[in-house]
């Protein structure tokens, strides 16, 4: 069996098993794009994506994800939802308890607060072109007036709160990242177009206070994403 999907409140989960396992298991957390239905998801459907699942399972590592509402901004309910992913893969799956984290783009909102969560229970943390922080997101997206509207549609659905009352948890939001730093992290960012040299600019300066060092690669180095996030994981697999 390649993948098993199943599902969990009303939202779709997907295993990705290895043909030789080691005990390992990844919980990968997507980015706007990212979906899991009922019999495929977006890492599985997108090439790029594919080519790191692919070398990941070579590896032996047991690969999870979930749909998480869809653009789900870090909210409460993907938050809840991560966690319990969790705990029933740890329960159906013969895997260490202490897994390793993917998360991209607008998943690194709900990694971040898994590792406050999951203390313990977290090996690593690789975050590909991650979301930092929300509200310095939101003040990017402030200069395209459409899509500003537009992720403003999205976050008032995913938090289940009105525009005016998210807008004045926004503006009293901290900008400290509250990273468990007992966690190896690994950054990765990938630039590839304009948006993304100005969300470097951005994590540089979240980044400052901290001993993190984004890796930065051209988009013709994707094919290394693989081995890189590999190598990366195997480092903090000598403990159990």
Known sequence: MENRNFQMDTQWNIIH???KPTGFGILIIGDERHFVDENKCFWSQNEGKLAIIDELKKSGYTIFSS???GRNWGSDH???LAQRLYQQVIRSEILNNKIHLLAEGMGALVAVRLMEKMK???RSVVLL???LSLKNHIELEKEHKFFYKKLMRELTSAHMKDQVTLEKELKNMSVELNFD???PIKIINIMSSGKSYNQSKQMQLLLAKTDINPTYIVPEK???LGYMMKKFFNQYEKLL
Do not use: M
């Open 17 to 19: 098993y290895p043909e």
């Open 67 to 69: 749909n998480l509402y």
């Open 78 to 80: 993907a938050v809840e």
């Open 120 to 122: 313990g229970q977290l």
């Open 129 to 131: 072109n991650p979301i």
């Open 181 to 183: 730093w007992s966690v």
């Open 222 to 224: 994707k094919k290394q």
